[in-house]
């Protein structure tokens, strides 16, 4: 199973190679571990690892998975097999809403070339100015929402296609599985 | 003034604060009665009350900054009294002068002292004629103006709004050609939180430290000092971690500030519980702000000096004398878990609680109004809770706040508990080289999380992607089988996540 860190590039890709009472084996980005998992009554379970021991916990809302290791939390996409070759390295190619709010500014237009780290669109929650930017370069090919407009969490604001699509490979090649 | 009691109160606020007002009112044998907007209608704060009223809808503007309904509730349940706890309307004249006119006794200072305080450039005035210094600054929306306070100055120049706190519409302007924007951003951010766009303009600091004093005045003219708080780590200019004693503060120091604070509370007539923020470098000081409420971070000064600050705010709305101040004690720190990723800049984060652990033992308090299931939405604040451990000393503070923080998990929300482990574990930390610089110089990258920690966090993923579908499954073939097929599936997370 591949796994990116919301927000972050780089993929890790993590396998449950056995899983007997309370010893699991797997694999992480190609190298095994052992570890043993104890269930607790309160929920979550206790993980030793290399002589250490983790309270962890998991669960999983459609592609994202949320993990609390001890005070720790991180926030998980799944990558699915494949999907990577329609899009040519781009980390994301949809920008939406980390949460409800107002889009304050819409700061590119359709066929623009962005660049890593450029800012697309700024949202107001929280009484905040969050601005959102481009993971990896790339053209702008949809601009869903305009400066004023409520959105919800997870609405798509702007579609990104391949900075340098190569003609070799079809955007529609990716599997639906 | 005369003696009078409070029998019941209102606590115009929400989350944990509501919920730590509450405790104190109940011990003290006054009936409580919570407000809550439709967003909060299965909060802790509204269950944990004698009473419940519901304000409006989840829009912070229709419900808990809304004056009338707010008023109202309290007229409908015969509350004889109000506290606005922080944020919202605690600190808006137009609320105390409502409840006062309502015949309700306001928790906190009169309407008339609050609109001189509140606004910081009246403050200002306030805290010169009171020989206080503060920090070079200007109040003005005109660029011209702008530009030639900043030429007189020097950059880099600080553009915040003249009205409210907390850091909102704040900015640090570098040089010439960011200032306009920066005025004008500036401005529209103020009038969208307070509903004034006035801004203020002052000479920044390059690396000071953020310390303040708490204060409290009664009926009766006597004002005291309850020592002061570092509260210079911050994110945002929003405070994230605040403790007391302020490390290394030079005694002079201290005592000048406590002087000023003093003077300054006794020149504004200010009654009830206050605080004056100061920025020091270099042993000078500069009086920022007064807040004229209790603050967020106020359990550290309660921890230290062995006092409850909302009953001390009770007893002082009754009429009663100000006690003496105790000896302080030992060092206590508080470090504020917010739904925020701080790996990703400090977004604000939303979800559901799905498991929550919360730390005890000795020396330990964790303020807080979550319970599993607890919706944590965008309309508010996203404070989750406050973690405050004492020690004899700051060693013994720092050393029960990492194991505390060793101890709390919150699956669901994804929030800075584990950001906050990383900076109290840290060398700068531990030898408290200490500016509101602090996140920036030391944390502008998140420190790596270790391999077994890591491993940890994707086996967990594994094992959440794999649970999920058999616990589907366990709905229509019944739990034993699932339970059978995966151990994982037994994990509380997903009964709770399987409810839904």
New interface residues.
Partial sequence: MKLREAGRAGEREVEILAHQGTQLRVRIDGREVSAQVEPLAAGGAVLSIDGRRFHIAGARRKDTILVAVGPRTFDFVRVEEGARHGFHGLTTPQITAPMPGKVLRVLVEPGDAVGAGQPLVVLEAMKMETTLAAESDAIVKRVAVEAGQMVDHGAVLIELSPANPSPSAPESGSPES | MAKRRIKKLLIANRGEIALRIIRTARMMGIKTVAVYSEADARSTHAAAADEARLIGPPEASKSYLNIDAIIAAARETDADAIHPGYGFLSERAEFAQAAADAGIIFVGPRADVMAKLGDKVAARAIAAAANVPVVPGLETIEPAAARDFAARSGFPVLVKAAAGGGG?GMRVVESLEGLDGALEAASR?AL??FGDGRVFLEKYLARPRHIEVQFLGDEHGNVIAMGERECSIQR?HQKIIEESPAPGLAEATRAAMIDSALRLARAAGYTNAGTAEFLVQDDHFYFLEVNARLQVEHPVTEIRFGCDLVAEQLKIAMGERLAPVAAPRGCAIEGRVYAE?A??GF?????TV??L?IPAGPGVRFDTHLAAGAEI??????LLGKLICWGADRDQARRRMLAA??E????????T??F??DIVASEPFARADLSTRFVEEFFAEPAR?E???M??????????????PSAAKAEANGRRAAAIRS??A????????RRR
């Fill in positions: 909102r951010e969208a939180a945002r990723d790996a990703n977004r604000p984060a939303t979800g799905l498991d652990r939405g965008a309309f508010y604040d996203g923080f060793d709390f998990a919150v699956l669901g929300v994804t929030n508990a584990g906050l482990r999380v391999q077994p920690e491993d940890a966090a994707l086996i967990a993923a594994a094992l959440a992607a794999q649970a999920a151990p994982w037994e994990l509380g997370a997903f009964e709770l996540w």
